[in-house]
């Protein structure tokens, strides 16, 4: 998915963990009772730093638009 720097900061990071118990850590938050409020649920820790990561990847010289490196440049 291509995105602007600030939508990307509004995303979760796929390498981001949340340690709800100690039953283990997550790559989700479960919030309320559907999918859709969950999504919307993204603690500041998890979320993108777009270009404050290294895997943080611009998608074209000029453009204010990049992509999460880490599966691959998007089609």
């Not at 900061?9 to 969950?38: H, K, Q």
């Not at 919307?40 to 638009?65: K, N, Q």
């Amino acid at each position: 998915m291509i995105v602007t720097e600030d939508k990307a900061r509004t995303l979760w990071c796929p390498m981001a963990r949340l340690i709800v118990d100690s039953d283990g850590s997550y790559n989700r938050c479960e919030v309320g009772d559907s999918f859709a409020d969950a999504r919307l649920f993204v603690p500041p820790s998890c979320r993108c730093l777009a270009s404050g990561c290294a895997m943080w990847r611009w998608h074209s010289e000029g453009e204010a638009t990049g992509y999460c490196g880490v599966a691959g440049r998007p089609q």
